[in-house]
């Protein structure tokens, strides 16, 4: 069966850096466009970026510059680079997969915070 596993969250302070991966089984990962979408409490789950089976990216504004999604194909894996993290960041982080459906991942939690 499909499986997004995701790691990397955790806490740390405004201006850290985390990089979170989401590890897929089950799919012919690279034709799968993979994105990284975002929860946080009380708002609706909104994208943060994607990238194309061809390696075209797509961002959030509020996150242009700072973050950067890259996949590995030959491991499977989708990556998110975060820099410059700030408190407006936290959020649970999802990782989907999208052919004709989509596919989600279990969530990592991401806490920004001095």
């Known amino acids: 069966q499909v499986q997004l596993v995701e790691s990397g969250g955790g806490l740390v302070q405004p201006g850290g850096s985390l990089r979170l991966s989401c590890a897929a089984s089950?799919?012919?990962?690279?034709?799968?466009?993979m994105g990284w979408y975002r929860q946080a409490p009380g708002n609706e789950r909104e994208l943060v970026a994607t990238?194309?089976?061809?390696?075209?990216?797509n961002y959030k504004d509020s996150v242009k510059g700072r973050f950067t999604v890259s996949r590995d194909n030959a491991k499977n894996t989708v990556y998110l680079q975060m820099n410059n993290l700030k408190p407006e960041d936290t959020a649970v982080y999802y990782c989907?997969?999208?052919?004709?459906?989509?596919?989600w991942g279990q969530g990592t939690q991401v806490t920004v915070s001095s």
């Open positions: 990238i194309t089976s061809g390696g075209t990216t």
């Open positions: 989907n997969a999208r052919l004709t459906v989509d596919r």
């Open positions: 089950g799919i012919v990962f690279n034709a799968y466009r």
